[in-house]
């Protein structure tokens, strides 16, 4: 008798269940908006130029070999990679009190500072910590904080349906009925699904209670760059935050800006209050580090760490970024003229208003169940499509096919 | 109430506001982090790199150095790496399993072309970040879904990194006697003594060649004995093999056990490394096996695999991966390797031939034969501590306090210091 008869089949994770259909899928005329992956116009994955450029000259170096990485990841990578997010002129790493751990991607990321917050947080090994992510969020911040341990996972408003927004009275709410220490995941830019950010005047509001209440800031910032296509305003908020005192993380990831999806590569930066404590803490994420992967791979934090560290490959990265955003923001902008050229029903103005690569269309399961089955253009059941899998090619397919559905299924 | 503000540094901020003024970082969440203990490896490291002695020599290194004791990158690593880049391939996400021409090759280098388990399709095999993401996977998948015990046996000594993993992942760790220092060598008796009273369906880890870190390993006879006894327990096998080719120079002979095992009825997980086989340590390159009852249990299996993984880091590496398959699927690559790999493990065995010939040249009247007789990256000289460390102190050699040395820190140009060194410290 097998120890795993039990074992029962586990369903597919809902977004790769999507591409794989997609995949099966005879339809010439199927339109994939679901993996969050930028794609040309030609429908075609992106190695960015410089990555290329990058990639041979680190496979032409000679001197270069295949070792272990420290535990906490290639220092180059970690130091450059926080400066990205807290700015080159950032008192707090003039300070030196901020420190990072390069990790497998963002969930790596998020991963390595859930578990840290779960045995140093609040007490020690305090699981009861309320950890709140926003409704909805990116499907994974669940299971992170679950499988670090955390028993109290908890949305907070985020997404109003009805005015396709913000919920920002819901939120503000949130926060103020928060119990103390709770731990709020917050999306510095591009929020994953809906791609509707909080105004910098509402970004203050947002941390003048969680100062207040004593509450704890973990940004994800999974699209810094991508989303206004300006690298700087992109990490507004969490610059404010980091000038307004708070220590705080923030995962990093470098998989959609740099397009190295596959070599995860991410950075959870650490702003502690001053070296001692940042000291401390970093101990303790090594000692996590080493009973999870050990060490971090090192192709990926190479490849971005010669990015940055070199003024003109800096550059061509940015102007690399500025690319797939401009892409992505022209096809918001078609999208929503081919919708009110069709006079189709509803409000179409959050697809522009939304940012980054995501739009929360506000197609309900049934209009997505009809969009799939009948008109073969691939979305997740949340109404989310992924603005990337648009192209000049098949926007107008696309614009007729949500016409058609939102005339005939209500 | 004062009292308690004055205990709890948190609150600090929540009195301030009586001074019209809210301080910018009045307190740290952190105060409480203890400072986490060193690492005992990288403390010798440390000293090591600390000392000013030109003859000195880090024997705590746990990767491969050539001759000149220079980190070595494989030919056939060379090549597949330029090959990869010939083709511009795209860096879209794998799937969480990791690259499906890695896990099958890496599966297939370990229980070999033929094997039933394969042709039969009833085992998973996912990619890992490297030996210790496979170990993890492993232990989160028997902390989630091991009916038995929760019990994991080790041997003693086993890896530092082995009870650290087991435990975060919320197993409990026992062990049974391994390596005998009378002998240097391994404790038959006591290990069959030891694993015959294991209670039913507990987990035992068993090295599959190259133990880390003795470099004791059991001979295919006692591998046999231990086979019946642990199925006589009704015991969870869980092999680590992160030495597959690096500890005889030859893949199957290493692989030995594991197939031997899989052959006489042991559903067994394995953990695979390819940091030292391939060199490729910083690219984490690993697998997770679990063979199942049959193909309808191994998809059961993998689908919970995948759903452990995706909260840790969603879908592994791509770099390190497609290395190893362009090496493993390529004819001509894996000749090379398997050539580059018979090199690697023949310079450690010349290099523990000509220690203890070195030894007895200096005239040291001691058994030096478990020197010759351990097997793999890793020796355990029988030194004791005091003389651990006045080897470091007196000759600049630094090796853990266990008196574990790692051959591929010595060379043919120093192994006659080391020699001298340790003859000096055990007349």
Redesign the interface.
Known sequence: M????????????AV?KLSADFRDDKDPKKVNLG?G?YRTDDS??W?LPV??KV??LI?EDGSL?????PILGLPEFRSSASKIALGDDSPAVKENRVGAVQ???G??AL?IGAEFLRR??NG?DNTSTPIYVSAPTWE?HN??F??AGFTDVRPYHYWDAAKRGLDLSGFLGDLEAAPE?SVFVLHACAHNPTGTDPTQDQWKQIAEIM?RR?L?VFFDSAYQGFASGCLDKDAWAVRYFVS??F?MFCAQSF?KNF??????VGNLTVV???PE?L???L??M??IV???????????ARIVATTLNSPELFQEWKDNVKTMADRVLLMRAQLKAKLLALGTPGTWEHITEQIGMFSFTGLNPKQVEYMVKEKHVYLMASGRINMCGLTTKNIDYVAESIHETVTKVQ | MAMALLKSS?IV??VSPSLGV????A??????????PPDPILGVTEAFKRDTNPKKMNLGVG?YRDDAGK???LDC?RKA??LI?SK?L???????GGLGDFSNSCAELALGSNSEVLNSKRSITVQT?????SL?IGANFLSR????VKDVYLPKPSWG?HT??FR?AGMQLKSYRYYDPATCGFDSAGALDDISKIPE?SVILLHACAHNPTGVDPRPEQWKEISEVIKKRKL?VFFDMAYQGFASGDIDRDAWAVRHFIEQGH?ILLSQSF?KNM??????VGGFT?V??DAE?A???E??L???I???????????ARIASTILTTPELRSIWLGEVKAMADRIIKMREMLVTNLKSEGSTQDWQHVTDQIGMFCFTGLQSEQVERLSKEFSVYMTKDGRISVAGVTSGNVGYLAHGIHQVTK
Not at chain 1, 2 to 13: D, N, Q, T, Y
Not at chain 1, 65 to 69: C, Q, V
Not at chain 2, 22 to 25: G, Q
């Open positions: 097998s120890l795993f008869a039990e074992v029962p089949l586990a369903a597919p994770v790769f993996v992956a075609q994955p190695v990555v290329k990639e041979k496979v070999n295949h070792e272990y990485l990790c497998l991607g969930t790596g991963k140093w947080y020690v994974n299971a992170v679950a499988q220490h100062k004593s704890f307004q005192g220590e998989s397009g190295l999806y596959n070599e995860r502690a209050q001053d404590n000291a401390r803490t101990s303790q090594e000692k080493r009973v999870t992967w050990s060490n971090p791979p090192s192709q990926g | 948190k901020s929540a809210f301080p910018i970082r307190s740290s969440w952190w105060t409480e982090v203890k400072m986490g990767a980190p070595f990158v690593v790496e330029a880049a511009q795209d860096k879209e996400y794998l799937g969480i970040i490297s030996g210790t993401g993890r879904f091991h009916t038995g990194n650290p993993i975060d369906h969870l559903n940091a060199g490729l340590y910083g690219e984490r679990v199942c009852a249990e998809k059961r299996v689908s919970q995948k759903i452990l995706r909260p840790i880091y969603s879908n592994p590496p791509m770099n390190g």
